[in-house]
């Protein structure tokens, strides 16, 4: 399948602080990639110069085979863009500001689709400034796909929303991925990426730290699974450490955490010990990392990996 974005060595800087370095990734047709950073990472840069807001300093930027540095108005025209809140003027109607902005285009999807397709059929005459949060973001999406573009790109859609109307967003979201369509999503919210997102990219410092499937990356936290337990009785810390090698060791009276490459074999020795002692175990837990654990691991540390080839 034909990639429809493909980002190549984006470079952009302000004044003395290079924002954008040598950031790269491709997402094909029917696939959401999801941009995950800390605030200042670099991600706004890079949609900014992808969707023409700004101009890079280098770099090589595609848009459904189109060069988006060399004919920006073609690639425009297949990107459809909503960003984290939409202002309109209070009183136009969510028919209007569709009809409106596809008359900005030579070809567009007509209202009332949109209205349907995007449940604002009810609020179609309905003043804007009397729309809900989740409908005012229902009627961005609307306003995306008036020139039925090819790329969706999605800048934190779902700050601020209710649990409901993140779930209806998330439908949508999800709609557009089995219409074919590639979406470009970037969030705050980790397990939203992690429910919505075919792969992620991570970019902390202006480069990309970590490419993958949301599994991928947490099967890339070392091999390592956090292990809690709770004993009857306390052991000495030093007994622990013996048993664990004290990687990443807490002990906290009667409550031991740890992390582990292998939880077989931890367990097992875990359980040798509290027999040799006659300690009884009242609680264990074994989990893999989070992807929260990993982003936070490799954006708090500055850490860099080896960028999986998109």
Not at 47 to 55: A, K, P, S
């Amino acid at each position: 399948m034909p990639d429809n974005v493909v980002v190549r060595d984006l470079r952009k800087r302000y004044g003395g602080t290079e924002a954008v370095r040598g950031v790269s990734f491709a997402v094909p047709a029917g696939e959401i990639f999801g941009l995950l950073g800390p605030n200042g990472a670099g991600k706004t840069t890079t949609l900014e110069c992808l969707l023409g807001l700004r101009e890079p300093d280098g770099g090589h930027l595609e848009v459904c085979g189109v060069d988006a540095r060399r004919d920006p108005r073609t690639a425009k025209r297949k990107l459809g863009v909503a960003l984290q809140s939409t202002a309109l003027p209070d009183k136009i109607t969510p028919r209007e500001a569709l009809g409106l902005f596809g008359a900005f285009y030579p070809e567009h999807v007509a209202a009332d689709g949109l209205l349907e397709r995007f449940a604002l059929t009810a609020k179609a005459d309905a003043p804007f400034d009397s729309l809900s949060g989740g409908q005012k973001q229902r009627l961005a999406l609307a306003l995306a796909f008036v020139h039925a573009p090819e790329v969706v790109v999605l800048d934190e859609p779902t700050t601020g929303l209710d649990p409901q109307a993140r779930r209806e967003l998330h439908d949508e979201i999800l709609r557009i991925k089995r219409d074919g369509k590639t979406v470009l999503l970037t969030t705050h919210d980790l397990a939203e990426a992690e429910q919505l997102c075919d792969r992620i990219a991570i970019i902390d410092r202006g480069r990309i730290v970590a490419t993958g499937t949301p599994a991928e990356l947490v099967a890339r936290a070392q091999g390592k699974q956090s292990v809690s337990l709770v004993t009857d009785r306390p052991l000495a810390a030093a007994l622990w450490a013996g048993v664990t090698g004290g990687a990443e060791m807490s002990c906290d009276g009667a409550t031991v955490s740890f992390r582990t490459a292998d939880a077989n074999a931890s367990v097992a020795a875990v359980t040798a010990l509290l027999a040799e002692h006659r300690v009884e175990l009242v609680e264990l837990h074994v989990r893999r990392a989070t992807l929260e654990e990993i982003f936070l691991g490799l954006t708090r540390s500055g850490a860099t990996a080896t960028e999986a080839a998109p």
